[in-house]
């Protein structure tokens, strides 16, 4: 479940999305991503994220899992756990940069607004990670995805089994609807919207209003920083998706209404528009 700007093989994908009221940055969802990679192009690769956020982020919005690069797979333990059971803002800085290039992780990040000025900043991507991007793929968001922001996360061979996972903060474009990235290809080309794709992940949701009782508490070690931490949900609820399960091509998407009341069968498989 990703799309990427080569041939690669995907594996074992944790998603996660979080709604909560942060004491600085205010009403954010915060996005969590990490999967197995294996890079079957002949050179350097890249995940593509289309992240639904109001408002340009830049490299600040990016969260360093320093020794805590197991904090997903804690949340995915903590739901497991449960099941088992139960069996019986302000804006900073100035004017920034059409693409933004940095390091984050093993990753070379580009983030941009604008998909189609991405090709243009990939000489400025260490040349060991440089990818080839399809001027297709960059179409393709741009008349699908309008108003997000895009992050093309370069790396190369001996990178892919390395990465923690990626954490993002982001202000909304809409506070109610919480959704996570899940279109898939992985040829390098724009994805098949009308394609039945396997699946072989975790989907995770969150919020800090939920009531008492409210889904499967996540221990965090007593080490993890305090800026951390306080993106970090007290609970999750969430889904395997997998066994042989193939879906429509799509994002999962949740109102928060529904997430509240924990029915995980209003999950929906998001289809985009055309802007």
């Given at each position: 479940m990703c799309i990427s700007t080569g041939a690669a093989d995907f594996s074992g994908t944790i998603v996660y999305c979080g709604r909560r009221e942060h004491p600085e940055h205010g009403l954010i969802h915060v996005l969590g991503y990490q999967?197995?990679?294996?890079?079957?192009?002949?050179?350097?690769n890249a995940m593509v994220l289309h992240v639904p956020a109001a408002g340009?982020?830049?490299?600040?919005?990016?969260?360093?899992a320093g020794r805590n690069g197991d904090v997903l797979q804690r949340m995915v333990d903590a739901v497991e756990s449960v099941a088992a059971g139960d069996a019986g803002i302000a804006w900073m800085g100035?004017?920034?940069e059409t693409v933004q290039v940095f390091e984050h992780d093993v990753y070379t990040v580009l983030?941009?607004?604008?998909?189609?000025?991405?090709?243009a900043a990939l000489g400025r991507v260490p040349v060991h990670r440089r990818p080839r991007l399809d001027p297709d793929l960059s179409r393709f968001y741009a008349e699908h995805f309008p108003g997000h922001t895009f992050a093309v996360c370069c790396f190369d061979n001996a990178d892919a089994q390395r990465a923690k996972p990626l954490l993002l903060w982001y202000p909304p474009l809409d506070p109610d609807r919480l959704t996570v990235p899940a279109l898939d290809s992985h040829t390098g080309g724009a994805p098949d919207l009308d394609a039945v794709v396997p699946v072989d992940h975790w989907v995770l949701f969150s919020s800090d209003q939920a009531p008492d009782g409210w889904g499967a508490p996540v221990e965090?070690?007593?080490?993890?920083?305090?800026?951390?931490?306080a993106f970090l949900p007290g609970a999750v609820v969430g889904r395997k998706y997998g066994d042989g399960l193939a879906l429509r091509n799509g994002?999962?998407?949740?109102?928060?209404?529904?997430?509240?009341?924990?029915?995980?069968?209003?999950?929906e498989r998001l289809r985009p528009g055309r802007g």
């Open positions: 999967n197995t990679a294996v890079n079957l192009a002949e050179g350097p340009r982020l830049t490299e600040r919005h990016f969260l360093s100035a004017e920034a983030l941009a607004d604008d998909p189609t000025a991405v090709p965090y070690p007593a080490s993890m920083r305090h800026r951390l931490r994002d999962f998407s949740i109102s928060h209404r529904d997430l509240l009341e924990g029915d995980l069968d209003r999950v």
